[in-house]
């Protein structure tokens, strides 16, 4: 069975930072792609980094050169390293599986409960 655990959110002050992590089980982890998702109050999910089996990256518009995703093959965890915060960052974020080699399509997941990350001094 695929499970998904989301953790490392919380409250944080404009500018500050936080590492999301994100370990998955059930699945032959190193095969996959893996994506970072958030989902504001009244907005729709959308995605945020992507990280291929083989580590390319890519980022939304909004979090370039702010956010880092990384990924152990070895310990089946995805990570998100979000610096320069801002209170447009406030969501609940989740990961997902992407299909391999690059995460080009839908998300083949279930989704895990998500982690909430709250920016407001």
């Known amino acids: 069975q695929v499970q998904l655990v989301e953790s490392g959110g919380g409250l944080v002050q404009p500018g500050g930072s936080l590492r999301l992590s994100c370990a998955a089980s059930?699945?032959?982890?190193?095969?996959?792609?893996m994506g970072w998702y958030r989902q504001a109050p009244g907005k729709q999910r959308e995605l945020v980094a992507l990280?291929?089996?083989?580590?390319?990256?890519n980022y939304a518009d909004s979090v370039k050169g702010r956010f880092t995703i990384s990924r152990d093959n070895a310990k089946n965890t995805v990570y998100l390293q979000m610096n320069s915060l801002k209170p447009e960052d406030t969501a609940v974020y989740y990961c997902?599986?992407?299909?391999?080699?690059?995460?080009?399509?839908?998300?083949?997941?279930?989704w895990g409960r998500g982690t909430q990350v709250t920016v407001s001094s």
């Open positions: 997902n599986i992407k299909p391999p080699p690059y995460g080009v399509g839908p998300p083949v997941g279930y």
């Open positions: 990280i291929a089996n083989g580590y390319n990256t």
């Open positions: 059930g699945i032959i982890f190193s095969v996959y792609a």
